[in-house]
């Protein structure tokens, strides 16, 4: 599925009070095409991440050529780690957390350039 990544380092404080994050989401889910999120989490809480999954290529191009979005990373540095991605995989692993699988790049198919996450609970509040 095509999507938008926007991962925040919390390991190395990148991580914006909740209210920008929530204006970025809003945002980011007012674009056309767009479908669902999920939020993510890697590497024992030091990564959090938001997975915005759209309709189609174009619609993620254009959602992430748009001024307004380019204005508030602008203004917002943290919420500038936003790139282009593929969720490849989504799955629960017998019980354990649920994993998903995401390219940042939608070329190629080097499954190396695969990064997991763990996707937290719906309601999870994001610090």
């Given at each position: ?80 780690a936003t790139a282009a991605a593929l969720l490849v995989r989504e799955e629960a692993s017998r019980?354990?957390d649920e994993v998903v699988l995401v390219r940042r790049s939608r070329a190629g198919a080097d ?17």
């Amino acid at each position: 599925m095509f999507a938008i990544l926007v991962v925040y380092n919390v390991a190395r404080g990148a991580l914006p009070p909740l209210a920008v994050r929530q204006e970025y989401r809003v945002l980011l889910m007012g674009q056309a095409g767009y479908r669902r999120r999920l939020e993510l989490r890697a590497d024992a809480w030091a990564a959090l991440a938001e997975l915005f999954i759209f309709a189609t290529p174009e619609a993620v191009d254009v959602a992430l050529a748009s001024v307004v979005r380019r204005e508030f990373v602008a203004r917002h540095p943290a919420c500038g780690a936003t790139a282009a991605a593929l969720l490849v995989r989504e799955e629960a692993s017998r019980g354990l957390d649920e994993v998903v699988l995401v390219r940042r790049s939608r070329a190629g198919a080097d499954v190396s350039g695969l990064e997991r996450f763990k996707l937290i609970a719906p309601s999870a509040v994001l610090w």
